[in-house]
């Protein structure tokens, strides 16, 4: 909590050169979103614990509730004030109303078992490559989205944007695996031959269940003018190169999970490394959209493979 204040701290600070440097009109939004990040931090601890705990009926409890008032809250606010700001406060009471409902599932979870003292040399051995690894994630899920904003119109940028935030959607079905990754693997052991099998299997399931977004989008691309409105009918042409590039990227979460859990942090060179590749040839190739996707694409394919 308290270094996450600090960080909050420094993210203001930064916001106003930050939103030029993106070309926002306004530096609110950014501002909100430092707020949202603190909170999202807050959370994934709560989050973690459940998880760690293998009560994953609780964890889905919280997951829908935040789901849920976000819309419920986004939709009653837009109504009254639209603008970008207010549909970011939506989220803003959401992640606030479930860290309290949080803390309620934790008192029951905690009192359960006794408390057991801390191994904070464990706890800093994992903290830190899973750090990294989270660092690098949010680049490769992210990076582009920033590059296109600095470097085309604002129409391109949110007919990029718009595709993408469609194309994220396979979240739904990466986020059940990430869940279940670590405590299964870490469970097996680090020496157990099941691990390979495991992750194999993992991977395996994710990449078929992917299918199923891949072919809505390729035979109905108009789903992005039903969702946004005709003047983002062009966002469709980008949805099946979107999503395989967001498919490469969260399977190779997947695999930095597992390396996390086994405790095989050599990875971590390969990955921050592709995370810099990628960054500058990114900002060496972007004369197109379709560039800006082929570069990405190709790194994180050589990351996963490496």
Request: proline fraction near 4%.
């Amino acid at each position: 909590m308290l270094y996450g204040i600090v960080a909050v701290v420094i993210s203001l600070l930064l916001v106003k050169p930050l939103a030029n440097l993106l070309n926002f009109h306004s530096a609110t939004p950014l501002a909100i979103g430092c707020g949202m990040a603190y909170l999202t931090l807050l959370l994934s601890v709560s989050r973690g614990l459940l998880r760690g705990a293998q009560s994953f009926g609780q964890y889905n409890v919280n997951i829908l509730f935040e789901s849920g008032l976000r819309l419920v809250v986004g939709i009653a606010i837009l109504a009254v004030w639209p603008a970008t700001s207010s549909a970011l406060l939506g989220y803003m009471v959401a992640l606030s109303a479930v860290l309290i409902l949080s803390r309620v599932q934790l008192r029951g979870l905690l009192n359960q078992s006794p408390g057991e003292p801390v191994d904070v040399a464990a706890v800093k051995r994992f903290l830190v490559p899973m750090c990294l690894m989270m660092f690098a994630s949010a680049g490769y899920q992210n990076l582009d989205n920033l590059f296109v904003k600095h470097y085309f119109t604002n129409d391109e940028a949110g007919i990029y944007g718009a595709a993408n935030n469609l194309a994220r959607s396979i979240g739904v079905i990466v986020t059940p695996f990430n869940t279940l990754i670590l405590p299964l693997l870490t469970s097996m052991g680090r020496g157990s031959r099941k691990t390979s099998g495991a992750l194999v299997r993992i991977c395996s399931y994710f990449l078929l269940l992917c299918t199923v977004p891949l072919l809505i989008f390729h035979f109905f691309p108009q789903v992005a003018s039903l969702a946004y409105g005709k003047e983002f009918t062009a966002a469709g042409e980008l949805l099946m190169p979107l999503t395989i590039v967001r498919i490469l990227s969260f399977t190779g979460t997947l695999v930095a999970l597992a390396c996390i859990a086994l405790g095989r942090y050599r990875f971590l060179v390969i990955y921050l490394a592709g995370l810099v590749v990628q960054t500058v040839a990114l900002s060496i190739w972007h004369g197109s959209i379709l560039e800006v996707m082929l570069v990405v694409g190709i790194v994180q394919a050589v990351v996963l493979v490496g």
